[in-house]
């Protein structure tokens, strides 16, 4: 394993249908290990030759027909493939590995939630809510090193929206799924990385709406994608970035992959 390690996590919205951008943006930025959530397809159907041509020869796969889906894919050897079922009812939704170091890495992709934020009218809302719920008393058991990555859905902080005010009452910044982002936060005192290197309020938006005619004109932006750390592991990151660019590449997806370096 080399000294510095680079993994990149992006919701990609259909990795198939998305696979010319993911292999320019492998070719461009190399990172050591790609997360990807929402992958929207089947294991047997994984474009994995794509990947193995690019040196990612390690695939972890977690698929779904048409819907959810994570996948991990490395350039080094990963061990110990986890699928936990935060969400409870079979769906794709996570994928766990353990590095050569001995440090976990799990995917996550949480759900969206729905548009209501009420459990009692919306029961995707209630399933979200309950989700983070879960993650929390995984990460309050948790001992061993780990770095946690994907698509939260939450974006936390009122600088992590394009309009604080305005979306108070938007599903992914309501005050309830903030405080139980936080509550998962503290059960492990995870630290966010995307905030460590670049602290509020600085932009730092992960997701554009594709209801946007112009997404870059409009900038209406939320902070959905994070990297989080244990603490210890947090110590060895080096640098993290957000490539926002990709959200203008062609046949984008509404997400732009976040990357974050370790030197182990």
Request: charged share 25%.
């Amino acid at each position: 394993m080399a000294d510095t390690l680079k993994i990149a996590s992006w919701n990609i919205n259909s990795v198939r249908f998305r696979i010319n951008i993911v292999e320019q943006f492998l070719k461009e930025e190399a990172p050591d290990i790609l997360c990807l959530q929402e992958t929207k397809v089947i294991d047997g159907d994984f474009p994995r030759a794509a990947f193995e041509a690019l040196g990612y020869r390690h695939n972890l796969l977690h698929g779904q027909r048409m819907h959810h889906g994570v996948a991990i894919l490395s350039k080094v050897p990963v061990v110990e493939d986890d699928r936990l079922d935060w969400q409870a009812n079979g769906e794709a939704r996570h994928v766990g590995v353990r590095l050569p170091n001995g440090v976990r890495l799990e995917n996550v992709y949480v759900p969206a939630g729905g548009d209501v934020p009420d459990r009692t009218v919306n029961p995707k809302f209630g399933q979200k809510l309950d989700f983070v719920e879960r993650m929390t008393g995984w990460s309050e058991g948790l001992r061993v090193p780990t770095i946690l990555v994907g698509d939260f859905n939450i974006a936390p902080l009122e600088c992590d929206v394009w309009s604080h005010k305005a979306l108070l009452d938007v599903v992914s910044h309501t005050p309830i799924e903030v405080e139980a982002l936080g509550r998962l936060q503290a059960a492990h005192d995870w630290v966010d990385l995307g905030r460590s290197f670049l602290p509020a309020p600085t932009r730092n938006w992960t997701w554009w709406s594709y209801r946007a005619k112009d997404w870059l004109a409009s900038d209406r932006g939320r902070r959905l994608d994070h990297m989080w750390a244990s603490p210890e592991v947090a110590k060895a990151a080096t640098e993290h970035k957000v490539h926002e660019s990709c959200r203008s590449w062609l046949k984008p997806s509404d997400h732009v992959p976040i990357v974050t370096e370790f030197a182990f």
